[in-house]
């Protein structure tokens, strides 16, 4: 099946220290990505989209400053969390579905990285 | 803004016992998933329904997709310690190409 992976799967830093996470899909393309960020014991809620080659387009609430967000290959996204406070501890988790290769959606399901977890100290 | 509400949102029962878990939503969804999740790990996806009425079966556990497409509910018969976990429902609308989460249902199963 699809693998998407994350790294680092944890990181540890200092207040404002910038932070970044890369998402990779292993064995497909992704135009589109999704950053969510999980709190403690509560649901995920989406952060941003990621599309390949364009900006990003970030939910209601999320600071685009705050997370950056760059799509620069089929395979790969990032977030960027500038200078990090402690109320961006969280666990981040990326997502994305394979398309076509017209670019159109192939499936509507989802394939998850492993999450990345974030400590700011 | 589109609201996918989980009910409970915490279960305790025994081992054997049955439980639902209810997933509802004033929006259409095109489709919808149900995962469950480990803490410290991404979800899993445990199911894919797309058609209004729809039911699915996936061993002990039986996902029915609403008739509107605004509601879904995930039945666990005999339930199992192993099936302690986070579930998550989550919609997907074709327009938006979003994937919005539901509140999440934290269950318990104990020994």
């Known amino acids: 099946g699809a693998v998407v992976s994350q790294h680092p799967s944890r990181v540890i830093c200092k207040s404002g220290t910038s932070v970044k996470i890369e998402c990779r899909s292993l064995?497909?393309?992704?135009?589109?990505m999704f950053w969510y960020r999980q709190f403690p014991k509560k649901s995920l809620m989406l952060m941003a989209t990621?599309?390949?080659?364009?900006?990003?387009?970030?939910e209601q609430g999320v600071e685009k400053d705050k997370f950056l967000i760059n799509h620069a290959s089929l395979t790969l996204s990032t977030l960027t969390v500038t200078s990090a406070h402690p109320e961006d501890s969280s666990f981040y988790i990326c997502?994305?579905?394979?398309?076509?290769?017209?670019?159109?959606?192939?499936?509507?399901?989802?394939?998850f990285g492993p999450g990345t977890r974030l400590t700011v100290l | 803004t589109q609201l996918l509400e989980q009910s409970p949102q915490f279960l305790s029962i025994q081992e054997g016992e049955n439980l639902t878990v209810y997933c509802n939503s004033s929006s259409v969804f095109s489709s919808l998933q149900w995962y469950r999740q480990e803490p410290g790990e991404g979800p899993v996806l445990l199911v894919t329904v797309v058609t209004g009425g729809e039911v699915k079966k996936l061993k002990r556990l039986t996902f029915q997709f609403g008739d509107a497409r605004k509601d879904s509910s995930l039945h666990i018969t005999a339930a199992q310690p192993g099936d302690t976990g986070l579930y998550l429902c989550?919609?997907?609308?074709?327009?938006?190409?979003?994937?919005?989460f539901g509140t999440g249902t934290r269950l318990k199963v104990l020994a």
């Open positions: 989550a919609g997907f609308t074709s327009g938006t190409y979003k994937y919005i």
């Open positions: 990621s599309n390949e080659g364009s900006k990003a387009t970030y």
């Open positions: 997502s994305t579905y394979p398309v076509g290769t017209s670019g159109g959606i192939v499936t509507d399901t989802q394939y």
């Open positions: 064995d497909f393309q992704a135009t589109t």
